[in-house]
């Protein structure tokens, strides 16, 4: 079983509108929790740590449930700018990172 | 600030052939960097841990023997693929983490992608 898993997608969705997403986790003794965006072609960079209460950035918001073991990514107002892949990233207390493999949303105009 | 550099961005080689890789923190230290490798629409996949002045750590199923790595300084490591075969071909991606930093986050380089013919 993979440690972080993601729907693939795609989620296509016109500008301006909501798109929210989750992964999940299987490490429980995961300790931070991020999402990376990754273009086509390039290094993922980093979007938002996800702290457990919950955190926006922008038009972005984070969920984190450990209880259930899942993170979520909304992304309110969509723009073309924000078609991407989102890598959902469990971190373990040695600092290794494990990635998911992504889930791709593509706005439209 | 926090900008990690990689170099070659790209390269080609021939089925037999070693090729070096660099990584680079800019303008930060970092005791521990990162080595991972992609392929087309999967995951990163973490290939070793490269710890300034010390041994890599490798994860389970990569070859230490293969994947010769060495963090030399403390804003340098390599990676070199030896004996390179097509099905070494990838997207390498090195990340960085601050040293002595109390937060998590990883700088990414922007990846070498390696092509072996």
């Known amino acids: 079983r993979k440690e972080v898993e993601q729907d693939p997608g795609p989620f296509n969705v016109p500008e301006g509108a909501t798109v929210a997403f989750n992964c999940t986790y299987s490490n429980s003794a995961s300790q931070s929790f991020f999402w990376y965006r990754q273009d086509c072609r390039k290094e993922p960079k980093l979007l938002m740590s996800v702290y457990s209460s919950g955190n926006e950035d922008g038009r972005f918001t984070a969920q984190l449930n450990r209880a259930s073991q899942y993170i979520s990514l909304l992304i309110r107002d969509s723009k073309l700018s924000d078609s991407a892949t989102y890598l959902c990233?469990?971190?373990?207390?040695?600092?290794?990172?494990?990635f998911g493999a992504g889930t791709t949303v593509t706005v439209r105009a | 600030g926090a900008v990690v550099s990689q170099h070659p961005s790209r390269v080609i080689c021939k089925s037999g052939t070693s090729v070096k890789i660099e990584c680079r923190s800019l303008d930060f230290q970092a005791t521990t960097m990162f080595w991972y490798r992609q392929f087309p629409k999967q995951s990163l996949m973490l290939m070793a841990t490269?710890?300034?002045?010390?041994?890599?750590?490798?994860e389970q199923g990569v070859e230490k023997d293969k994947f010769l790595i060495n963090h030399a300084s403390l804003t340098l490591s390599t990676l070199t693929v030896t004996s390179a075969h097509p099905e070494d071909s990838s997207f390498y991606i090195c990340?960085?983490?601050?040293?002595?930093?109390?937060?998590?986050?990883?700088?990414f380089g922007p990846g070498t992608r390696l092509t072996v013919t």
């Open positions: 990340s960085a983490r601050l040293s002595g930093s109390v937060f998590y986050e990883q700088y």
């Open positions: 990233v469990a971190q373990g207390n040695d600092y290794k990172l494990s």
């Open positions: 490269s710890n300034e002045g010390s041994k890599a750590t490798y």
